[in-house]
């Protein structure tokens, strides 16, 4: 039997979320803005692939579908030129940002954080899906599955579990009761993050004790960027900032790299 491929899961996961928050968070998300970002990624990934491997003649856009909805969840703007630049940034990303072939750079946080850099449209929408349980269920049940075909959940556990006893110390030191605890881990956002984003397994670490480092020092930065520094969209900036930390712990952990069956 043909092994599953993750990617397929992830597509359809996040496909249902887009149009869940649309109905129900995000009434504003214009439709021909997702077109455009959708088109921008595929098209791009194809272009890239024909320039640096013309010898492939099967091309999967399947990463680039998953990079074009993790960009529509996450990034907003009111023009066209804004979405694709950062389309067009986030899949460039991982032919240019490569290490011995591997890229580095999450291509949908790449996108994102360059939009923001580069234009004065940008933003990212960090609190869309609110702390309501039922969507919290919701990502945790179908990241788990991902996860689970992955194999990288290590990552995501270490980073939660970082992060949650970061800010359990400083609610404790501060006395502030267990309900802004909880306000502040039960958001949407950040479990898309910790499911999808940073278990990416074609640019994260490859081995299991690198992944545990790297996962905990975004968790650190993270928390320094949200509570030092007041950065509520902190976990973006800590993946991006710490991403070329992947090439020097894949030096000092050596690990086989992840493929996917199919060539992404």
């Not at 991403?243 to 050596?254: C, G, K, N």
């Amino acid at each position: 039997m043909k092994p599953q491929d993750p990617r397929d899961y992830q597509i359809i996961f996040l496909f249902l979320f887009l149009v869940l928050g649309i109905g129900t968070r995000d009434w504003t998300l214009r439709p021909e803005l997702i077109l455009v970002l959708l088109v921008t990624c595929l098209l791009t990934q194809w272009v890239m692939l024909c320039l640096t491997r013309p010898d492939v003649t099967l091309v999967s856009l399947k990463s680039a579908t998953i990079t074009a909805l993790s960009l529509c969840l996450l990034l907003r703007a009111d023009h066209y030129i804004t979405m694709i630049i950062a389309g067009m940034l986030a899949i460039s990303s991982k032919f240019i940002f490569q290490v011995e072939g591997k890229h580095f750079f999450n291509p949908a946080n790449f996108g994102i954080i360059a939009a923001v850099l580069l234009t004065n449209d940008a933003w990212v929408s960090p609190g869309q899906w609110g702390d309501d349980g039922w969507y919290a269920l919701l990502f945790a049940g179908s990241g788990c599955m991902v996860l689970k075909l992955v194999g990288r959940w290590d990552t995501t556990a270490a980073f939660l579990g970082a992060y949650t006893l970061l800010e359990g110390i400083r609610n404790f030191w501060l006395g502030w009761t267990w309900d802004v605890f909880c306000h502040r881990l039960m958001s949407g956002s950040l479990l898309l993050f910790a499911l999808f984003m940073l278990t990416d397994p074609r640019s994260i670490p490859n081995a299991r004790m690198s992944r545990l480092v790297w996962a905990i020092c975004i968790a650190v930065l993270t928390f320094i960027l949200r509570n030092q520094f007041f950065v509520s969209t902190a976990v973006f900036w800590a993946l991006f900032a710490l991403a070329p930390l992947t090439v020097i712990l894949d030096f000092i952990w050596s690990s086989p790299r992840f493929n996917w069956e199919i060539e992404n």
